[in-house]
């Protein structure tokens, strides 16, 4: 069983580079990164090293 299934478009991890503190940012069971994103912005502008993962 190694069948590797694409991510769906808009569906992706995302990762802003700030400083030495960062985040992690985990969406629900039936969400995407894109559901979190929004956090994951603010963070980032607060200079936050912030990462959503699929």
């Known amino acids: 069983m190694e069948k590797a299934y694409p991510v ?3 569906a992706e991890s995302f990762f802003f580079q700030g ?3 960062g985040i992690l ?3 629900g ?3 995407t990164p894109q559901s979190v ?3 994951g912005e603010q ?3 607060a200079g ?3 990462y959503g993962l699929v």
Request: hydrophobic fraction near 55%.
């Open 19 to 21: 400083n030495e503190i």
């Open 8 to 10: 769906i478009a808009g």
């Open 29 to 31: 069971f039936n969400a």
């Open 48 to 50: 936050l090293t912030v």
């Open 37 to 39: 994103r929004f956090l």
């Open 43 to 45: 963070f980032a502008r």
């Open 25 to 27: 940012i985990c969406h």
